[in-house]
């Protein structure tokens, strides 16, 4: 260790860190508290160069938001309506498969399909927007329905969670996004997103697809009410189900956008770069069972993702044409960006671009 290193106070974090030992709750705790960026990015970087070398991903997608009427109604969403909100829309099955068709020719390697939960909506819709998308778009990977959406096709249609995600996989779905998942502790979750189902049953169905042999992805909505022991704790249950199911693909950390949402009462800022930073550096210390950790740039921004490289992140997303959510609560990024816009980002890190599918096989490199 460095004699700088030596003397500093997570120095014993360090050690751990160095030797590929699994970092306990406390240390999580002490990495959160701490405003040294600069040696969370140390670690963080270590441990991203040692399983990344130089090499950083990113996707060509789109993002498909069927509807935005919700019968779960989060305080903490701006993008849920009510049916006779103005602005509340339904896309019907031939709108979706229009959407999807704009896609043909493009070289997009996925489709990002989440929405709210419909009062009108059954089983049969979603199976065949699935085998309509498969259609038009052979080839292309279906990455869609939060667990929160599988959980509620399970009540509507009185099957397991299990026997849903079969028949979705049946009609096409390729993987599950790891939305929904906010904090874990029931504290949060009253305040936050009351009618949402709870922390346990978001794992339970993960861990449902997972056995289908189902990859899926996990997040964590930071920058509202949440304590550190609480952002803790939801990322060491990730760990803990990792260890069991090795299904998780990528965690992305999701930064909280107040505007729109019924938090704004709570006079709630943005989150801060330090936060964004700390987030995800802590994030690839204590996950150390999960491969990809994702700086969501639609959510902090292209310039501040691209500094994350170097604080824990090997991955930036994707080219995202038409994302809905997190404007609809005040984003500001724009709503794309292009494949040579995701090269420059990459390249200006020193770092070499490499494009993936959902599964993380190589597109495209060489750039
Ligand atoms: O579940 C909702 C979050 C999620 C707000 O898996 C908000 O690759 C901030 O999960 N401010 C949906 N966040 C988006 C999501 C996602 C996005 C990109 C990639 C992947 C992936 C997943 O967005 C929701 C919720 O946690 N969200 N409202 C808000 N006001």
Known sequence: MQPLLKNNPLADILTKVEAGERLSRE???RLMESNDILMLGYMADMVRKSKHGDRVYFIVNKHINHTNICKARCKLCAFGKDADDPGAYLMTLDEVEAKAKECQGKRISELHIVGGLHPDLNLEYFEEMLQRVSRVLPGVHIQAFTAVEIDY?????GLTPKEVLQRLQDAGLGSMPGGGAEI?????????????????RWLEIMEAAHSLGMRTNATMLYGHVETTEERIDHLI??????????????????AFHPRNTQLEELNLSRTTGYEDLKV???????????????????????????????FGANDLDGTVIEERITHAAGGDTGQSLTKSEMVKMIKGAGRVPI?????????????
């Open 184 to 200: 874990f502790s029931s504290r949060v979750r009253n305040l936050i997103c009351e009618k949402k189902i709870s922390g346990d």
């Open 237 to 254: 249950k990730l760990r803990e189900l990792q260890d069991r199911t090795g299904g998780f693909l990528t965690f992305i950390p999701l």
């Open 27 to 29: 240390d999580g705790i």
């Open 280 to 310: 995800l550096a802590v994030a690839r210390l204590m996950l150390d069972n999960f491969d990809h950790i994702k700086a969501y740039w639609v959510m902090i921004g292209p310039k501040l993702a691209q500094v994350s490289l170097a």
């Open 153 to 157: 096709f399970a009540e509507t249609s």
């Open 355 to 367: 494009e993936r599918d959902t599964l993380y096989n190589i597109v495209e490199e060489g750039f």
